[in-house]
């Protein structure tokens, strides 16, 4: 029987990563793990991303393990949830540091996020973030000195790029709409800033915050300011209000935004009122390449379930394999923070994932792995997420490499 794409992929990859992780002549006490750390919301509002984000890491962990760990030496997670709590948050982030982890990888919610940064910060302890975008998280501190890495697409980077595209389907009278939290505050200044670039200022403005059900009124306010689009900038079922509030109107214009708007709570939650909506993407799960396919069987196999967020998980997954391979550059097995940072700073091999290509994906000044030319516009068509354009669809037959 001939073997399928797939199992010959997964098959090579195993050789690719044993033949990576093969212990050598170096001495090391018999099977102690190493601790990495994982926090996110993985109950309450936000858990529907924090959860496939979760996944995504263990499921490249037990990959990892299963073909020797690091010369022998297992990882092992160390996971707090956040319950998307910034106070939770905190206190999971120094929990984390009291027990000694490596690394951390963690966080989906901007406000979170920038609440805890100080603490990796101060106890020298890097952060990689697989999924909050917020621009100001690896802005907070210089680059050189900074501990906070990140693999997700940055807001500053994915508001120009939806601007860019309302720009070429003639839809300039925007009106944004954005929660009061730090996630929709940072947007809504992206957003702000990519019109400008362009000429363009906001002909409505609405604030929100987190649980509101009706948005009836400020939606009435940007059908009468002359809105022809409306870009939204939250995490939660406000998306899915702002989508069902303008059904009651009866206001066809159309809804954009950043990577939220492909969220179960939101095309779950307007049904109807969601297709047609846009968002930026890094990741649609569609068996586009080998990597991808395989990713998407593994996670099917191991959770028995389609991942509800397909970015979550594999930025999430692609973001542990980059810490693996960054700790395979100590070779004395001496996991200090600096020693991490530096090595997170010079990942020597490149690693072909499941997102992108990366290839020093990091640096001493740059913390964002991710660029521009990795997005692509997603569109919400039958409930599911797929390819806007047919040209990014072939597009993505080639994974991209940072610029």
């Known amino acids: 029987m001939p073997v399928s794409p797939v199992r010959r992929l997964l098959a090579a990859s195993t050789v690719l990563i044993a033949t990576l992780f093969a212990p050598v002549a170096v001495a090391q006490p018999a099977a102690q793990p190493i601790p990495i750390g994982v926090i996110g919301p993985f109950s309450g509002p936000s858990s529907d991303f924090g959860q496939p984000m979760l996944h995504g890491i263990q499921l490249a962990i037990d990959e990892i393990n299963s073909v020797g760990g690091y010369l022998g030496r297992p990882l092992t997670l160390v996971i707090k949830d956040d319950q998307g709590n910034p106070d939770q948050g905190l206190k999971g982030a120094e929990e984390l540091m009291q027990a000694g982890v490596v690394a951390t990888i963690g966080f989906c919610n901007t406000g979170v996020a920038m609440k805890t940064l100080d603490v990796f910060q101060q106890a020298k302890s890097p952060l990689i973030v697989p999924c909050a975008t917020g621009t100001p998280i690896t802005a907070r501190f210089p680059g050189p000195e900074s501990y906070i890495f990140r693999t997700s697409a940055r807001d500053a980077i994915q508001a120009p790029f939806v601007v860019d595209d309302l720009i070429k389907r003639g839809w300039t009278q925007v009106s944004v709409f954005a929660d009061s939290t730090g996630?929709?505050?940072?947007?809504?200044?992206?957003?702000?800033?990519?019109?400008?670039?362009?000429?363009?200022?906001?002909?409505?403005?609405?604030?929100?915050?987190?649980?509101?059900?009706?948005?009836?009124?400020?939606?009435?306010?940007?059908?009468?300011?002359?809105?022809?689009?409306?870009?939204?900038?939250?995490?939660?079922?406000?998306?899915?209000?702002?989508?069902?509030?303008?059904?009651?109107?009866?206001?066809?214009?159309?809804?954009?935004?950043?990577?939220?708007?492909?969220?179960?709570?939101?095309?779950?939650?307007?049904?109807?009122?969601?297709?047609?909506?846009?968002?930026?993407?890094?990741?649609?799960?569609?068996?586009?390449?080998?990597?991808?396919?395989?990713?998407?069987?593994?996670?099917?196999?191991?959770?028995?379930?389609?991942?509800?967020?397909?970015?979550?998980?594999?930025?999430?997954?692609?973001?542990?394999?980059?810490?693996?391979?960054?700790?395979?550059?100590?070779?004395?097995?001496?996991?200090?923070?600096?020693?991490?940072?530096?090595?997170?700073?010079?990942?020597?091999?490149?690693?072909?994932?499941?997102?992108?290509?990366?290839?020093?994906?990091?640096?001493?000044?740059?913390?964002?792995?991710?660029?521009?030319?990795?997005?692509?516009?997603?569109?919400?068509?039958?409930?599911?997420?797929?390819?806007?354009?047919?040209?990014?669809?072939?597009?993505?037959?080639?994974?991209?490499?940072?610029?």
Not at 298 to 325: C, E, F, G, H, W
Not at 334 to 361: C, D, H, M, S
Not at 369 to 392: C, H
């Open 183 to 403: 996630y929709g505050e940072a947007g809504l200044k992206d957003v702000e800033a990519a019109l400008a670039a362009k000429g363009l200022k906001p002909v409505h403005v609405a604030r929100f915050a987190l649980g509101v059900k009706d948005l009836t009124e400020p939606l009435k306010a940007a059908r009468e300011a002359g809105a022809n689009v409306i870009f939204s900038y939250t995490v939660g079922p406000e998306n899915a209000a702002i989508a069902n509030g303008r059904r009651e109107l009866r206001w066809d214009v159309p809804q954009v935004g950043a990577w939220p708007l492909s969220f179960p709570f939101f095309i779950k939650g307007a049904g109807a009122a969601a297709e047609g909506a846009l968002m930026a993407q890094t990741f649609i799960a569609e068996p586009s390449n080998e990597r991808r396919a395989a990713f998407l069987s593994a996670y099917a196999r191991k959770y028995n379930q389609k991942i509800p967020v397909p970015m979550a998980a594999a930025q999430a997954y692609d973001t542990a394999y980059l810490l693996t391979y960054a700790l395979f550059g100590i070779r004395d097995g001496k996991f200090g923070g600096p020693a991490v940072k530096a090595a997170l700073e010079n990942i020597q091999r490149v690693y072909y994932g499941v997102v992108a290509t990366y290839e020093r994906p990091f640096s001493l000044e740059d913390k964002d792995a991710v660029t521009a030319n990795m997005l692509v516009m997603g569109q919400v068509r039958n409930g599911a997420i797929t390819f806007a354009y047919p040209e990014d669809a072939k597009r993505n037959l080639f994974v991209q490499r940072k610029k």
